[in-house]
């Protein structure tokens, strides 16, 4: 029943920066867990950021330092900002929502990122 819709994902050039949106329609923090994966040709999906009130913060040694995972309570909204982008960051960014009780998983329907090189 939760939606989460991301945003933001377009072409950039290496070494610059991007923000990644990803608004719910349930308060964000009533999550459990709230975060970002990505999923780039020929590779898994991949766990990118995350953030837990019980856990805290979890970045991926590839993008840490460069990525930040942060939330808007009032706009229902967490963002990943990107900076010094890569070539190998392009990938298919998807918001995810977990809820605690139940353990589901609500995702966003993706956004996609383009560094070029």
């Known amino acids: 029943q939760v939606q989460l819709v991301d945003s933001g994902g377009t072409l950039v050039q290496t070494g610059g920066s991007l923000r990644l949106s990803c608004t719910s329609s349930e308060s964000i923090s009533s999550f459990e867990r709230i975060g970002w994966f990505r999923q780039a040709p020929g590779k898994q999906r991949e766990l990118v950021a995350r953030v837990a009130l019980a856990s805290g913060l979890y970045y991926a040694d590839f993008v840490k330092g460069r990525f930040t995972i942060s939330r808007d309570g009032i706009k229902n909204t967490m963002y990943l900002q990107m900076n010094s982008l890569k070539p190998e960051d392009t990938a298919v960014y998807l918001c995810?929502?977990?809820?605690?009780?139940?353990?589901?998983?609500?995702w966003g329907q993706g956004t996609q990122v383009t560094v070029s090189s």
């Open positions: 995810y929502a977990e809820q605690g009780g139940t353990g589901v998983s609500y």
